[in-house]
């Protein structure tokens, strides 16, 4: 994948969340695009009341895997790297 190409995917992505942060900060928390593993996973990092939330996992699968896949569907998945 080229340099550009992968800045305009992560942009995508990146907007993607967007559709979920509201949420999440409604709970005093917000997601962090991080990268793209070479597999077609977007990594993320949880920030705020998100990083030790114990309903994070299901906010992961349900929320942002969800609207990121819905929008970005070359994404293979979401995981979280903290």
């Known amino acids: 994948m080229t340099v550009e190409a992968k800045s305009v995917l992560l942009d995508r992505i990146d907007k993607a969340l967007d559709d979920v942060r509201p949420h999440l900060a409604v709970d005093g928390g917000n997601v962090e695009l991080v ?3 070479e597999d077609m996973k977007a990594q993320i990092k949880w920030l ?3 990083q030790n939330c114990s309903m994070s996992a299901m906010t992961l699968r349900a929320g942002l895997e969800q ?3 819905g929008k970005v569907p070359e994404i293979m ?3 979280a790297v903290n």
């Open 48 to 50: 705020g009341n998100c």
């Open 77 to 79: 998945g979401v995981e």
């Open 67 to 69: 609207a990121v896949r």
């Open 35 to 37: 990268g793209i593993t």
